[in-house]
Nanobody, 116 residues
Framework: QGQLVESRGGVVQSGGSLRLSCAAS????????MGWYRQAPGMERELVAK???????QYADSVAGRFTISRDNGKSMVYLQMNTLKPEDTAVYYC??????????WGLGTQVTVSS
């Protein structure tokens, strides 16, 4: 079973930027759809962005144009660049590896807080 480890999040002011990274180990990284999800207090976990092994990206409407997901298959890393952050982006962010429904791995999550 593979493992995903997110970088530390943090506190950032509204309008600021933050970059999250996720290191994968113990899996054939290039076979997985890599994604970022988030969960705010009292809310369900939701997809933020995901990227297929071939490079196709999908974003939640709420972050499109502000967030960018990228991956480095050689380093088994996935990143989430978050710009123009808003207070409503405050959540625990989780890294996910999905083998097209045949396996799913989650990181432990990292807190991102956007202050107004």
């Amino acid at each position: 079973q593979g493992q995903l480890v997110e970088s530390r999040g943090g506190v950032v002011q509204s309008g600021g930027s933050l970059r999250l990274s996720c290191a994968a180990s113990g899996l054939t990284f290039s076979n997985y759809v890599m994604g970022w999800y988030r969960q705010a207090p009292g809310m369900e976990r939701e997809l933020v962005a995901k990227q297929t092994p071939g490079g196709s990206r999908q974003y939640a409407d709420s972050v499109a144009g502000r967030f960018t997901i990228s991956r480095d298959n050689g380093k088994s890393m996935v990143y989430l660049q978050m710009n123009t952050l808003k207070p409503e982006d405050t959540a625990v962010y989780y890294c996910n590896a999905d083998l097209y429904g045949r396996g799913n791995i989650w990181g432990l999550g990292t807190q991102v807080t956007v202050s107004s």
